[in-house]
């Protein structure tokens, strides 16, 4: 079983930045894939940005250059860096993690099979 509480949401202005954060618990380990997917009122879940067990990264278009994704192994940590900020990034943001074998750069948000509760994202215009 494993435990994933997301941290860090909040309401920002256009252009700022936000680092939101996922701790994970339980049999979860350094090679498992995870990322971050989100999902706005209305729309269907997206990927936002994943990262594989050996450290491959996928970042959706829309984000490439402003979010960076990291994890932190020691610490059970995964973050999602958001910068310059839109209002179209608005959404609530979930953190996934998989731990089903497969060493790939996982996209689909069926190929993770642990999810966080979600932080919400605001972004004023």
């Known amino acids: 079983q494993v435990l994933l509480v997301e941290s860090g949401g909040g309401l920002v202005q256009a252009g700022d930045s936000l680092r939101l954060s996922c701790t994970a618990s339980?049999?979860?380990?350094?090679?498992?894939?995870m990322g971050w997917f989100r999902q706005a009122p209305g729309k269907e879940r997206e990927v936002v940005a994943t990262?594989?067990?050996?450290?491959?990264?996928y970042y959706t278009d829309s984000v490439k250059g402003r979010f960076t994704i990291s994890r932190d192994s020691a610490r059970n940590a995964q973050y999602l860096q958001m910068n310059s900020l839109k209002p179209e990034d608005a959404a609530t943001y979930y953190c996934?993690?998989?731990?089903?074998?497969?060493?790939?750069?996982?996209?689909?948000?069926?190929?993770?099979?642990?999810w966080g509760q979600g932080t919400q994202v605001t972004v004023s215009s």
């Open positions: 996934a993690a998989r731990t089903l074998s497969g060493t790939g750069l996982y996209t689909r948000s069926m190929s993770f099979d642990y």
């Open positions: 339980g049999r979860i380990f350094s090679t498992n894939a």
């Open positions: 990262m594989s067990g050996n450290g491959k990264t």
